[in-house]
């Protein structure tokens, strides 16, 4: 390569720049794909006329564009041209309209000025309007005020005049206090010409009320009825001639009732049934309540009771003043309708109880009447003429309930029965306990009302049985006397018994049977008390008195217990020596050395006690005659428990030392235990 000749310096450079260019390059690449379109052939003349070539292509290629642009440029020419001819007449409008704002500049200005005008002209009219509405009536609400038929025009023309006579109280707080001195006058005047006219329609309607017996109240008469609400003489008026109206009408209905029955006989005149007392009195009451359903619903739907809560414009009053004084008057309308048949209700009330009915059906009056006084009371209120005139009758039933169980009890107070053999219960103690039962039957069968109570039955108990009780006492104490006399005369005729041993006397008194005349009056009345008590255990109703009773037994039982006990030992010759053997202490005299507790008598008591104690059968007294074999057997065990129980403290006595006994165990020879064992307890 050094003995190479050396290249021209632009050659050279030329050959660097292609040795230096990339043929992968985007432009190369595309340059070479446009030139392969029209480079067809590769020879040396071709490579020769290379840059001809190209240049006649890029001046074919101008040549085309030139032609495609001939079509545009006329288009952008007639487009200029209609541009031109487009700004002349724009240049001639703008001088028209400069011409025409010239002379119209004045019209405008004119224009503007009565716009102006005209919204001033319209907020004053709207203000004219806002007045006459709220301080002035229009033509149709002042005839609707005057004409004789009442609709609803005439209505909402009064809510009108209401509503300006309360806009008038705030002009009188401005300036323009004349106005509205003036206007509230006029209104006034409206107003109470309206309140007149109204309170003569609403009697006019109302009396039309009075002369049917299932009225209807229309809306048109509620509306007028609440209206006149807010003028309590005026409404005072009408609800005393709503009262008046349904009294009367509500006093034939009822008068018809009794007599004459429904349409063509039926129901059947409640009068048919006036001798049955407990049907006719029913019956009454159930007319009156079904009426007083009725009679409410009619006066609730008159006076509206259930918008009371409405505001009265001119007392200011509270809602809950507006409603107690709705049902105020709701309660004077009710009451003055029923006025009128309470005298006819409470004559034949009393009428029945005059005719003398039966002990159960005049308790049964009383629950009936007692059941309906609550009953009506809760829909018509306590203090009103109907409540009133039911709960007089109920005292009178009540009072001729208690009066017939005193007569009764005072017949059995006067002729106490003589008592039987066997010391069971007399007749009038079993007719007194069914009696009893059938009226605790009926207590619990009565109806109750939801705000009322069943009465205490306490009373009606003690009305009933404690007559029985005391009569029952009056023949005990007569069988006691009785026996008493005759226990004294067989004394008389008896031989003495100091005629023999005191040992012999005391034997043979034990062997024959006690002589304690109350035995059989406390028998009897146990019997008689048992008779009363167990039928009634099976009702809580008398739980309390059957308690009463339990006690006065056992008072009894206790008393038969120690007057039997007394009796044995008086007869062991122990009676009057017990409190001398509970009374010992050590710091007295020994008991041996007393004259009453000496061995020697000590001895021979003993003896007849054990005699008692380990001899027959009958010697202890068994109670047959008890008719509870439960307190029977009670009764036994008690005695037998109280003569161990004492013959305990007697032991006691006899083995202590400082009694000075000299032989004890040979005086008491059975201990404590051995005879309780003989007794059986």
């Not at 629950?367 to 609550?374: C, D, P, R, V």
């Not at 008493?484 to 018994?497: E, F, I, V, Y």
């Amino acid at each position: 390569m050094a003995s190479t000749v050396g290249l021209a310096p632009g050659l050279s450079r030329k050959l660097k720049k292609v040795l230096e260019c990339r043929t992968d390059t985007p432009d190369l690449v595309a340059s070479l794909n446009a030139l392969s379109s029209f480079y067809d052939e590769n020879s040396a003349h071709a490579r020769r006329n290379l840059r001809s070539t190209i240049e006649k292509r890029a001046l074919e290629i101008n040549s085309e564009f030139l032609s495609a642009a001939d079509s545009t440029q006329m288009a952008l020419d007639r487009v200029e041209e209609e541009v031109n001819a487009l700004a002349d007449c724009c240049d001639k409008i703008a001088a028209a309209l400069s011409s025409s704002a010239e002379t119209t500049s004045d019209i405008i200005s004119t224009t503007e000025r009565l716009k102006q005008e005209l919204e001033v002209t319209t907020q004053r009219q709207e203000i004219v309007n806002c007045f006459l509405r709220d301080y002035q009536l229009s033509n149709e609400e002042m005839k609707a005020l005057r004409e004789d038929e009442l609709d609803e025009s005439f209505f909402q023309a009064l809510s009108h005049v209401q509503e300006i006579h309360s806009n008038c109280k705030l002009l009188l707080r401005t300036h323009h206090q004349r106005a509205g001195l003036e206007l509230m006058g006029v209104m006034a005047m409206y107003q109470e010409g309206a309140y007149e006219r109204l309170c003569r329609w609403v009697q006019a309607e109302c009396r039309k009320l009075g002369d049917t017996d299932n009225p209807e109240v229309g809306d048109l008469l509620r509306t007028a009825v609440r209206c006149l609400k807010e003028k309590p003489a005026l409404f005072k008026y009408c609800a005393e001639e709503v009262g008046n109206l349904r009294h009367n009408a509500l006093f034939r209905r009822f008068i018809s009732a009794l007599t004459r029955g429904g349409p063509g006989g039926m129901p059947r005149p409640i009068e048919v049934h006036a001798h049955d007392p407990l049907r006719y009195v029913g019956d009454m009451l159930g007319w009156l309540h079904q009426a007083l359903a009725s009679e409410r619903e009619l006066v609730h739907a008159l006076f509206d009771i259930d918008s009371a809560d409405h505001k009265s414009t001119a007392k200011k009053t509270t809602e809950n003043d507006s409603l107690k004084a709705a049902e105020s008057d709701f309660t004077f309308v009710l009451d003055r309708i029923f006025e009128g048949v309470c005298r006819p209700f409470k004559v034949r009330v009393e009428q029945v109880l005059q005719s003398q009915p039966s002990l159960i059906i005049s308790y049964k009056l009383t629950n009936t009447l007692e059941f309906y006084s609550y009953t009506i009371s809760d829909l018509l209120g306590r203090d009103t003429a109907l409540c009133n005139t039911i709960g007089m009758v109920k005292d009178a039933a009540q009072k001729t309930f208690f009066d017939i169980l005193k007569t009764r009890g005072e017949k059995l107070l006067r002729y106490p029965p003589p008592v039987a053999i066997d010391l069971s219960p007399p007749p009038a103690v079993r007719e007194g306990v069914s009696l009893t039962l059938e009226i605790i039957e009926n207590y619990n069968s009565m109806m109750v009302s939801a705000s009322g109570e069943k009465p205490a039955f306490d009373p009606v108990l003690s009305a009933l049985l404690d007559p029985i009780i005391k009569m029952c006492e009056q023949a005990a104490e007569a069988h006691k006397s009785k026996t008493s006399g005759q226990l004294t005369r067989r004394s008389r005729t008896s031989t003495d018994s100091s005629q023999l041993t005191s040992v012999d006397a005391l034997l043979s008194s034990s062997s024959s049977p006690p002589q304690n005349n109350e035995t059989p009056s406390k028998i009897f009345l146990i019997n008689c008390l048992c008779a009363i008590q167990q039928p009634l255990l099976r009702h809580d109703v008398a739980s309390q008195y059957v308690t009463n009773i339990g006690s006065m037994i056992e008072n009894h039982i206790n008393l038969l217990v120690q007057k039997e006990v007394d009796t044995l030992l008086q007869r062991c010759g122990l009676s009057d020596k017990m409190q001398i053997f509970r009374s010992s202490t050590t710091t007295e005299l020994p008991l041996s050395e007393r004259q009453e507790t000496s061995p020697t008598m000590l001895s021979e008591c003993l003896k007849a006690f054990f005699g008692l104690v380990l001899g027959s059968e009958g010697s202890l007294p068994e109670f047959e005659q008890i008719q509870v074999p439960k307190l029977r057997s009670e009764a036994c065990v008690r005695v037998a428990k109280t003569l161990a129980e004492d013959y305990e403290v007697i032991y006691r006595a006899v083995t202590d030392q400082h009694n000075g006994y000299p032989d004890p165990k040979s005086l008491a020879r059975h201990p404590p235990d051995q005879i309780r064992t003989i007794l059986g307890i």
